[in-house]
């Protein structure tokens, strides 16, 4: 039996599954294999949206736990976390945290000397540091000795036992400590952009190849030579290439510049690496940049 209503709706309708538009007490006799049918098709379409519930919700949990799963086994794996520190106070306090954890050595890179940290702040870690007797050794940029008030800060670090060196091109802000961590921008070029920490030594090793050459190639604060406009009898073309050279440009573009083959162009390097007592093209350019031969 089935409910209907005083304008009898239509049966095939409510085979079909309709509900009744007006529910009533009135019923109505059915034969039992459709009441059935209509029961079991009723039944159908309820599990049928058990499921496709289930399977969203399926997908949706599958896909959360797939970047987990992933970003745990990265973890494990390599040992890697990185957290981006967008706040001064917080990359001022990662900092403090290193200072008290770090134990053999820190290096870093400063394309400036003290930037919007307060100078007393920085040499007193760099006293705690040293007191502990972790090897603190620091890159800054050459033209800082212009600036009396930045020559003044490199000095009083070196007083206090900072392995000081200058270099013509330093890249960037880097800061090293025990080759676990790692201190750097998230832009280059922008400061305020903020900072990268970086942890575990599969990663740090990395940035310490990075610091490495630019150190050796660095001159020890108080050390720096005097620049010199000749290049002990340079030849102006000579010059001229180093300058193109140290800009980045090919050999070939060099060479159509300056009106000459190819060959010449190498025969000009090497005897500038010689010249220079370089192994290398980068050694080269950094010590002639150093004479200031770029100038």
Do not use: C
Not at 119 to 138: F, H, M, T, Y
Not at 190 to 215: C, K
């Amino acid at each position: 039996m089935v409910a209907t209503g005083p304008a009898h709706d239509n049966r095939l309708e409510l085979d079909a599954g309709k509900e009744s538009e007006e529910q009533s007490d009135a019923v109505t006799v059915v034969a039992p294999e459709i009441a059935l049918l209509r029961l079991l098709e009723r039944e159908r379409t309820r599990l049928r949206n058990h499921l496709e519930q289930a399977d969203r919700a399926h997908s949706t949990l599958k896909t959360l736990a797939g970047n987990f799963l992933r970003v745990e086994m990265l973890t494990q794996v390599s040992g890697v976390e990185l957290e981006i520190l967008h706040d001064y106070s917080r990359i001022q306090q990662v900092l403090e945290d290193i200072t008290v954890t770090v134990q053999h050595g820190l290096s870093s890179m400063h394309p400036i000397a003290r930037g919007r940290e307060i100078p007393e702040r920085a040499l007193n870690r760099d006293r705690r540091q040293i007191e502990n007797g972790v090897q603190v050794r620091s890159v800054f940029s050459q033209r800082l000795v212009t600036v009396p008030e930045d020559a003044e800060h490199l000095r009083a670090k070196a007083e206090l036992g900072v392995q000081v060196r200058l270099s013509p091109v330093v890249p960037m802000n880097m800061i090293i400590a025990d080759d676990q961590f790692a201190i750097l921008p998230v832009n280059p070029e922008d400061h305020t952009a903020g900072a990268i920490l970086a942890h575990g030594s599969a990663l740090v090793r990395s940035y310490q190849a990075l610091f490495e050459p630019a150190w050796h190639m660095a001159t020890p604060f108080g050390e720096q030579k005097r620049p010199t406009q000749d290049g002990d009898g340079l030849r102006e073309q000579q010059r001229a290439a180093l300058r193109m050279l140290a800009s980045g440009m090919k050999d070939e573009k060099v060479a159509r510049n300056l009106g000459v083959s190819l060959r010449t162009v190498s025969r000009m390097i090497s005897d500038l690496m010689q010249e220079l007592d370089a192994s290398s093209r980068f050694e080269a350019g950094v010590r002639a940049a150093r004479l200031g031969w770029l100038d």
